[in-house]
C-alpha cells in the first residue's frame, strides 16, 4: 500500500541532493582540520628553516673573524710593504682559507679579493690573481620577506656570499668573501621537512577520526532543527518535538513548532487575502471612477484610466511622479490632497472645477489618508468622479465611500499580516543568539549549522519583505544609470555560480548603449531576477544570451534568451500575475516586481517563449535624454 509521506528534499532539477548533512558535516570538519594541520605544518617548517638560515650566518660570521683576525695579526707584522704582498705569501693564512671549507660542508670557498674583485689569497689557488665574480647576498636573502626569499631561492643563483670588507690605514685594503652553496644548504632542510609532513599527517588521521565520532554525537540536536527548517521552507509547517523543552536545543525546537503553527495560520490568511487583493485589483482595473495612490511623499505609486481626465498624460506616465510635477500650482486637487498629506485630514464629496478649453470640468473629489494602526501616514487614495457624465445618487455616493475606505483598509491588512509573520522571526533570531551565548566553546560544525538557521530565519524574512515590497514600492531615486555596467556585472556574476551546473551567460552589449533615469538598485534586482529565472529554465545547462542596444533614440531594448523548456502560451498571459508561479517553491511575487519596477521607470516588458526551444524577455527603458 502506499502511503501519503513527506516528501524527499530535491534539487531544481528533480534529483534528490547529492550529500546527506551529515556528510558535508564530516566533509566540513576535514576541510578545517586538513587547514588547521597545514598551517601548523608551515609555520613549523618556517621556524625549522629560520633556524638553520640564521645558524648558517652565525657560523659564517664566525668564519670570516677568524680569517680577519689572521690578517690582521699578518698586517701587523710586515706594516712597510704592501698589503697584498703581505697576505699572498701568508702561509698561516692559506692554511687557515683551507681549513674553513673542510670545515662547514655548505662552504664552497674562501677568499681575500681586493677592491677591484681579484683575488689575492683563495681556497682554490688556481683562481689567484682573477677576479672573483659577486654573488647575491646571503644577509639580505635571510633578512628578506619568506614569500620574497622563496622566490629568490629557487629562480635566482645557487651561489650567496657573505663578505667582510676591511680597511689598512684608513683605506680599503680588503674584502673576506665566504662562497655559500645552496643546494648543499637546502639538504639540511629535508630531515626536517620529511619529519614535520609525517607528523602533520598523523594529526590529520586522529582529527578526523574524533571529529567524526564527535559529528554523530553533538550535531544530532542541531541536523533535527535543520531538517526541520527545510520542512517549514517547503511549507510543512508540522515540526518540532511535543515532548515540551528540556535544554537550550529543545527549546528552540519548542519555539520552531510554535513558528510552524503560527505560519501555518497566517499562509491559510493569506491566501484568503490574496483572492481579495486578486479582486480588488480586477477591479481597480474596470472602473469608472478616477482612482490615484501616492506615498507619504506624495509620488503617485497607481493611477487608473479613468483618473487621466485631471492628469492630462496617460496615467501609467504619471507613476513614479511627485504630486507638484503632475498638478500645476493653482490646482484645486493638487491643494486637496497636499492638505491631506500633510495634516491627515480625509476629505469626503468635495466638488471642484477644472478649468478646460471648453466648459469647465466639474468634478466630486474624495481624499482618505492611508494610516495603518501604530504607524505614520503611508500615503493618501483620491477618488475623482465627473459628475456631467453620471448621476450620482446618495447610496451610490455612500457605496463609492465604503469602497474607498476598503482599498484604504487593505494597506492596513497587508501590514499586520507582516507584522504577525515577521514577529516569530525575530523570536527565532533571538533564540539562536542566546544559545550562541550559552554555548561556551562550539565546534565550528555547531557554529555553521547555527549560522545555516538563521540564515534561513532571514531568508523567511526577505520573503515576507518583499510581499510588502508589492504593496508598498520604494520610493523611485531617479539618477542616470549605465544599464551596460549591470549587466556586465550581473553576468560575471552568475556565470561563477551557474557554470557548474552548465549554464554558460554570454553579454553582447552596444558601447553606445545610452544611460537610462532611474533607481539602479532596483532594475539591478529586476534584471537579475529575470537572468536566474533564464538559468532555472534550463535544467540540463545550456546558453543564456544577454543582449543590450539602442532601439530608438528614445529607448534602449535589453534581451535575455535561454534554450531552456519554454512557457506553455496560456502561461504566458498569466506569468506576470501575483502569486502566479510554476515553480515548485515560487512565490509568484518575484516576476510582478520585475513588471512593477519596469513600469516605475516608464518601459514595458514582454516575452516570446516557444515550448522546448526557450524564452525570450524583451525590457524596453527610455534613454536619459526620454526619462
Not at 152 to 177: C, H, M, W
Not at 561 to 584: C, H, L, N, S, W
Request: proline residues 5%; hydrophobic residues 40%; charged residues 25%.
Amino acid at each position: 500500500m502506499r502511503q501519503e509521506g513527506i516528501a524527499e528534499p530535491q534539487t531544481s532539477g528533480g534529483r534528490r541532493a547529492g550529500l546527506s548533512l551529515q556528510a558535508r558535516e564530516i566533509l566540513a570538519l576535514a576541510l578545517l582540520t586538513l587547514c588547521v594541520v597545514a598551517l601548523s605544518t608551515a609555520a613549523h617548517l618556517y621556524h625549522v628553516e629560520q633556524i638553520v638560515w640564521s645558524s648558517t650566518l652565525r657560523e659564517a660570521d664566525l668564519v670570516e673573524r677568524h680569517i680577519y683576525t689572521q690578517c690582521v695579526r699578518t698586517l701587523s707584522r710586515r706594516t712597510l710593504e704592501d698589503p697584498r704582498t703581505v697576505l699572498s705569501q701568508d702561509a698561516d693564512l692559506r692554511a687557515l682559507l683551507d681549513a674553513t671549507v673542510g670545515y662547514a660542508p655548505w662552504l664552497l670557498y674562501s677568499v681575500i679579493t681586493d677592491d677591484k674583485g681579484v683575488a689575492i689569497v683563495h681556497s682554490d689557488r688556481k683562481r689567484e690573481g682573477e677576479i672573483v665574480p659577486s654573488q647575491p647576498s646571503l644577509k639580505k636573502l635571510v633578512n628578506d620577506h619568506p614569500l620574497r626569499r622563496l622566490v629568490d631561492d629557487s629562480s635566482q643563483s645557487q651561489i650567496y656570499e657573505v663578505a667582510l670588507p676591511f680597511n689598512v690605514n684608513g683605506k680599503p685594503a680588503a674584502t673576506i668573501r665566504l662562497g655559500i652553496a645552496m643546494p648543499l644548504l637546502r639538504g639540511r632542510l629535508d630531515d626536517a621537512f620529511w619529519y614535520t609532513l609525517t607528523l602533520g599527517l598523523l594529526s590529520l588521521t586522529a582529527a578526523l577520526v574524533v571529529a567524526v565520532g564527535l559529528s554523530s554525537v553533538t550535531l544530532k540536536p542541531i541536523r533535527k532543527l535543520a531538517e526541520d527548517m527545510e520542512r517549514l521552507r517547503r511549507g510543512e509547517f508540522d515540526v518540532g518535538s511535543s515532548a515540551g523543552p528540556k535544554d537550550e536545543f529543545g527549546k528552540l525546537a519548542y519555539q520552531l513548532q510554535l513558528l510552524g503553527k503560527q505560519m501555518e495560520s497566517d499562509r491559510t490568511q493569506i491566501l484568503a487575502e490574496r483572492s481579495e487583493i486578486n479582486t480588488v485589483q480586477t477591479a481597480v482595473d474596470h472602473i469608472e471612477d478616477g482612482i490615484l495612490f501616492t506615498t507619504a511623499d506624495g509620488v503617485i505609486l497607481f493611477a487608473n484610466r479613468s483618473v487621466e481626465m485631471v492628469l492630462d498624460r496617460p496615467a501609467r506616465d504619471a507613476a513614479g511622479k511627485h504630486l507638484g510635477n503632475v498638478f500645476p500650482p493653482d490646482h484645486p486637487l493638487r491643494h486637496l490632497m497636499l492638505r491631506a498629506l500633510e495634516r491627515g485630514e480625509a476629505s469626503r464629496n468635495t466638488k471642484i472645477e477644472i478649468p478646460t478649453e471648453g466648459a469647465p470640468l466639474e468634478l466630486l473629489a474624495s481624499v482618505f489618508p492611508v494610516s495603518p494602526e501604530g504607524s505614520k501616514g503611508a500615503g493618501v487614495i483620491l477618488v475623482i468622479r465627473d459628475l456631467k457624465s453620471l448621476a450620482v445618487s446618495a447610496r451610490t455616493f455612500q457605496s463609492l465611500i465604503q469602497y474607498s475606505a476598503q482599498l484604504a483598509a487593505l494597506g492596513q491588512i497587508t501590514s499586520e499580516v507582516a507584522h504577525d509573520i515577521k514577529n516569530p522571526l525575530h523570536a527565532m533570531v533571538i533564540r539562536v543568539a542566546f544559545l550562541r551565548e550559552r554555548l561556551s566553546d562550539p565546534t565550528p560544525d555547531v557554529t555553521r549549522s547555527l549560522d545555516v538557521l538563521e540564515s534561513e530565519i532571514h531568508r523567511a524574512a526577505a520573503v515576507v519583505d518583499r510581499f510588502s515590497e508589492v504593496v508598498y514600492p520604494s520610493d523611485l531615486a531617479r539618477q542616470p544609470v549605465d544599464i551596460n555596467a549591470i549587466l556586465q556585472e550581473l553576468t560575471t556574476l552568475l556565470q561563477a555560480e551557474w557554470q557548474a551546473k552548465g549554464v554558460a551567460l554570454t553579454a553582447r552589449l552596444d558601447p553606445a548603449l545610452p544611460v537610462t533615469k532611474g533607481d539602479e538598485q532596483m532594475l539591478r534586482r529586476a534584471f537579475m531576477n529575470l537572468i536566474v529565472n533564464a538559468c532555472q529554465a534550463m535544467p540540463h545547462g545550456g546558453p543564456v544570451t544577454i543582449s543590450a542596444e539602442p532601439e530608438t533614440e528614445a529607448l534602449l531594448k535589453v534581451t535575455i534568451a535561454d534554450t531552456g523548456v519554454g512557457i506553455p502560451p496560456e502561461d504566458v498571459e498569466r506569468i506576470f500575475k501575483m502569486y502566479y508561479t510554476t515553480k515548485q517553491e515560487g512565490t509568484g511575487i518575484g516576476l510582478a516586481l520585475v513588471r512593477r519596477v519596469v513600469d516605475l521607470h516608464h518601459g514595458s516588458i514582454e516575452i516570446h517563449s516557444t515550448v522546448g526551444q526557450g524564452t525570450s524577455v524583451i525590457v524596453r527603458l527610455p534613454s536619459a535624454a526620454k526619462s
